[in-house]
């Protein structure tokens, strides 16, 4: 598909056509790059562990944190010194 750089503002741009948002699922933000000659956009990727930290807050503060296996301990811990 052939579309034409357009003048927006102070800028150029290329208006992507719906149907090709739709099948990529892009909305809002993308991110993008150039890649040999060519101009990448793509869904950014997310951040591993985003939201972990709330997530456990929201657990200890619900008191939904208690262990799941129980405590063990390993077969040297009577020798160390705490």
């Known amino acids: 598909m052939k579309v034409k750089i357009r003048k927006m503002g102070n800028s150029q741009g290329v208006l992507i056509p719906k149907p090709i948002l739709s099948q990529l699922g892009l909305e809002g933000e993308v991110e993008m790059e150039v ?16 939201g972990w930290a709330d ?3 929201t657990l ?4 939904d944190d208690a262990l799941v296996m129980g405590e063990f301990g390993n077969a ?7």
């Open 60 to 63: 200890a503060q619900a008191g």
């Open 55 to 57: 997530a456990s807050r």
């Open 35 to 50: 890649v040999d000659d060519a101009l990448v956009i793509r869904k950014p990727q997310k951040q591993a562990r985003v």
């Open 76 to 82: 040297d811990d009577a020798g160390l010194v705490w």
